[in-house]
């Protein structure tokens, strides 16, 4: 199916708009609705030792994103090729009974086998954003993608609380088993309320030509700030996740014992309420501005807001910095995206945005590790230190990409 950008494509984008918000509020619920009990569970499975249950649990978390680092792009020339429907009807599914499955197992290994396969559907929320950016008008892709990403953000609040509560309710098998039906739920939304369509932009000459995975990385390595954004993208993710570990023990230092259960999530979930409240607004202006503008902006804006961590006295205090690091980190996400879909030709914007995905979850593999060990060298302030510094480069790189390379275009002739 092949529309212009007209009226009628523009109803049909905001509907597919308001589907896929949905179906990414399901998932990203459900993806992280297990978090919070998962090393309970590998505790569950047998008299284990403390350090025992803390090393397998680190494996079974960072298995997943592994994993997804590699097939991510495979998935994305998968959706420029065939459509990207059909891979988030399959992400969905895969995914629905792997976590149906864990619910099942009985041993440490079975749940890292288990976890090591969700990794392969893991690309759900990252299709959907390159599905939504390709039959995006350009001029309003960073408020489009903003809106997206609040249902992503959403479902991620949610999803541990509601983990939680389930789990010491039914307990933790049960969770699962309900969990799975979530992601069949996405699954429904996408089977029976998208309808995927070509823009006519997508079918000249240019973008109607089938690329090999060697011009791909041809066209990024040929264009500059392309990979300087995506390469920052998982700077991005390796300073976000760098503190996660340890946010805990930095709160009880800075409140003690009394509800640290209560508080730590506060400092965790406050992230995303600022992501929740801005990344919309952060696409508009980026829309209005100039993407590149936007992204070098937020690095540096994230850096500076990271910075106070380290000097902080009191829970408040840490709390509010953590909703301003949302307030700006969270409009990244969107805004580098829609600069790919202005970049990059519509017909291989999956398998772009596919090799970012898989740089981003390098990030998250990176980033607890690179935080616990920095910590365990200089302490929890070094980390902050070492974050906003890290977020300081990278706009400084990106400024200087730009400069140096102001108009480039990602064309293959």
């Known amino acids: 199916m092949v529309i212009e950008e007209s009226d009628k494509q523009v109803k049909l984008a905001k509907r597919n708009l308001a589907i896929m918000w949905f179906a990414n509020f399901f998932i990203a619920g459900s993806m992280t609705m297990v978090i919070p009990f998962l090393s309970l569970y590998i505790e569950s499975f047998g008299d284990y030792s403390k350090a025992y249950v803390q090393n397998w649990s680190g494996w079974v978390f960072a298995i997943t994103f592994v994993t997804a680092f590699i097939a991510s792009p495979i998935w994305g020339r998968f959706g420029d090729k065939y459509g990207r429907k059909p891979f988030l009807i399959a992400a969905a599914i895969g995914l629905s ?46 408020r489009v993608l903003g809106t997206l ?32 039906i979530t992601l069949v739920i996405a699954g429904l939304f996408v089977i029976f309320g998208l309808k995927e369509y070509k823009l006519e932009e997508s079918t000249n000459e240019t973008t109607q030509r089938n690329y090999s995975s060697k011009e791909v990385i041809l066209l990024i390595v040929r264009h500059p700030m392309l990979l300087a954004t995506m390469i920052i993208s998982m700077f991005v993710q390796i300073a976000h996740f760098s503190i996660q570990p340890i946010l805990s023990l930095y709160v009880a230092e ?3 014992p009394i509800n640290l259960a209560f508080f730590s999530g506060i400092a965790f979930s406050i992230t995303g309420l600022g992501n929740l409240l801005m990344a919309k607004k952060w696409g508009s202006i980026a829309d209005k501005y100039g993407y590149e503008k936007i992204i070098i902006f937020l690095l540096f804006a994230s850096a500076i807001v990271y910075f106070p961590g380290a000097f ?16 700006t980190l969270g409009g990244i996400i969107p805004v580098r995206t829609a600069y790919v879909r202005q970049e990059a030709p519509v017909s291989i914007q999956g398998e772009v945005l596919g090799y970012s995905t898989s740089l981003r979850f390098l990030g998250n593999i990176i980033g607890p590790a690179l935080g616990g060990f ?19 480069i990278s706009g400084i790189s990106l400024f200087l990409t730009r400069q140096l390379q102001p108009k480039t275009r990602a064309q293959l002739n």
Do not use: C, E
């Open 97 to 142: 009974v792997s976590v149906f499955l864990m619910g099942s197992v009985n041993s440490v290994m079975a749940l890292f086998i288990l976890r090591f396969f969700m990794g392969i559907f893991t690309g759900f929320i990252s299709t959907s954003q390159a599905l939504i950016s390709t039959q995006t008008p350009k001029h309003m892709a960073g």
């Open 374 to 392: 920095i910590s365990g060298l200089y302490g929890i302030s070094s980390v902050f230190f070492f974050t906003s510094g890290l977020l300081f």
């Open 312 to 327: 902080v006295t009191d829970i408040w205090q840490l709390v509010i910095l953590r909703f301003l690091l949302g307030v």
């Open 149 to 180: 990403q609040t249902g992503n953000v959403t479902g991620s609040l949610m999803g541990p609380m509601l983990g939680g509560m389930l789990a010491d309710s039914v307990g933790f098998s049960t969770t699962f088993h309900i969990t799975s």
């Open 254 to 256: 800075l409140h003690g």
